[in-house]
């Protein structure tokens, strides 16, 4: 049973463990549900949304510092990348995900758009913690905050502050319409795993500014929160200069 909050009589997050999580890597429906999410992402608009977000805040950047966390095998990033194809001279990147799932094909396509890339096996908070202050020009996220409860959100976000000047995320937004379509992914050819998991992320997306509440420091930062597209959610944080 959803119980009620008191935003616009929206449901409360949900936070379920999902299937791709739980699968072994290498397992045929944990690859068929990367590919899918490949085609989530184009449907939902992320890279377009993503790519937008860097060129206008970090506008002037020769070869910006990157950090995606939860980047999965890389083509969320690589789908970035290539948006942002004659704005940056080149690009630092580092691909953190606690699986070892980066695809190393994707190197080559990399380096062909001048970017230097550099997988990382780790989870995001041990990574974080390692960090020293202000090494990324941006930490990016896509899919992937909405799998932590309020605390350990809390906790990452306390860990990436000082670690950027600016930090974006992209989630799953939490209402009626995304809940809607998510019973329908069949539709546009996505397997099992990515239909049950889709509707795990939707009931732990947010609204509002869920996100800012958590945020460490809203004095020395702009936070921007808002939906984006039919079904997404946009954070930003960009460190006042």
């Known amino acids: 049973?959803?119980?009620?909050?008191?935003?616009?009589?929206?449901?409360?997050?949900?936070?379920?463990p999902e299937l791709l999580d739980e699968l072994p890597p290498q397992d045929r429906r944990a690859r068929r549900s990367r590919v899918d999410l490949q085609?989530?992402?184009?449907?939902?608009?992320?890279?377009?949304?993503?790519?937008?977000?860097?060129?206008q805040k970090l506008n002037g950047a020769v070869s910006p510092r990157i950090v995606e966390l939860g980047a999965g095998d890389?083509?969320?990033?690589?789908?970035?990348?290539?948006?942002?194809?004659?704005?940056?001279?080149?690009?630092?990147a580092t691909l953190v995900d606690q699986l070892?799932?980066?695809?190393?094909?994707?190197?080559?396509?990399?380096?062909?758009?001048?970017?230097?890339?550099c997988p990382e096996i780790a989870g995001a908070c041990e990574w974080?913690?390692?960090?020293?202050?202000?090494?990324?020009?941006?930490?990016v996220c896509n899919l992937f905050l909405h799998q932590f409860q309020a605390e350990a959100l809390g906790e990452l976000l306390r860990l990436a502050a000082p670690a950027c000047r600016l930090f974006?995320?992209?989630?799953?937004?939490?209402?009626?319409?995304?809940?809607?379509?998510?019973?329908?992914?069949?539709?546009?050819?996505c397997g099992p795993v990515t239909r049950h998991d889709a509707r795990?992320?939707?009931?732990a997306g947010f609204l509002a500014r869920e996100i800012s509440a958590?945020?460490?420091?809203?004095?020395?930062?702009?936070?921007?929160?808002r939906p984006v597209g039919l079904f997404s959610h946009l954070f930003i944080a960009s460190r006042k200069k």
């Open 200 to 203: 795990i992320s939707i009931r």
């Open 1 to 16: 049973m959803f119980r009620h909050n008191t935003i616009r009589g929206s449901t409360e997050r949900i936070v379920e």
């Open 74 to 92: 890389g083509h969320f990033l690589l789908s970035v990348a290539r948006r942002m194809q004659g704005r940056w001279a080149s690009a630092d």
């Open 100 to 117: 070892d799932v980066f695809d190393p094909q994707f190197l080559t396509r990399f380096r062909a758009l001048g970017w230097s890339v």
């Open 214 to 225: 958590l945020w460490p420091d809203d004095k020395n930062w702009e936070l921007i929160e």
């Open 128 to 139: 974080l913690r390692q960090l020293p202050r202000e090494t990324a020009d941006a930490l």
């Open 39 to 55: 085609r989530l992402n184009k449907w939902m608009n992320h890279s377009a949304t993503m790519a937008a977000v860097l060129d």
């Open 168 to 189: 974006i995320a992209l989630e799953p937004r939490r209402s009626w319409l995304p809940r809607l379509c998510g019973h329908c992914l069949w539709f546009i050819g």
